[in-house]
């Protein structure tokens, strides 16, 4: 099994569930759905699995053989730590908001509220000991969510898009997880733990 799901500690939540060695992945692609029956692809399609063992390398195969883009990665915490940090930064916004990627990048204020939820994240990703690949810097970090905000100009996130539909939400296991993890760190992170909050309370309307 490959979980193919946001947020970082799914591995662990399947182990402990279902005693199934699942193997971690993070996935970059967009995609939205205008109207029932139809999915728009936006964006990207590729996979990142690890660390390089025989059962990722043959893994890897699989999906390549199928037209699937998939890179084995040793470092897949920081992989998956990276995945987080983008969706951390956009997802609840554009959620509360019901702003598309673009709006959010046109706006300053938008602009300063992704760059502290990406320090929050940063100082607990650092605090955890975890190492993101390229993202050491916040500039570097905040530069990443701009860029996506640019690629996916019209999309709205994942987050929105399940409050438009009245399903639940990753807000657990994004904002949420940071927030519960900052916590046992002793790493502040208010502006997370707000956006979670919201955004629950958004899902129980």
Known sequence: MVSLQNGVDNVEQIRAAANIDALPA????????????????????????GPECERTKKLAGLFVRAAV?????????GELWTKLT??????????????????IADSIDARKLVETVVDEVLAVAR??????PGLED????????MKITTQMAGALSSTAQDINRGKPTEID??????????AELGVPTPVNHALFTLVKLLEGR
């Open 26 to 49: 993070a996935v970059y692609v967009a995609a939205s759905v205008p109207a029932p029956g139809h999915v728009k692809h936006v964006a990207r399609g590729d996979l990142i699995i």
């Open 69 to 77: 883009p998939c890179r084995i990665s040793e470092n897949i915490e």
């Open 86 to 103: 983008w969706n951390c930064a956009l997802n609840a916004v554009s959620a509360l908001s019901q702003a598309n990627y673009g709006q």
């Open 127 to 132: 605090a955890a000991h975890i190492v993101l």
């Open 138 to 145: 916040p500039q570097v970090a905040m530069a990443g969510a």
């Open 173 to 182: 296991s994004l904002n949420g997880y940071i927030s519960r993890r900052g």
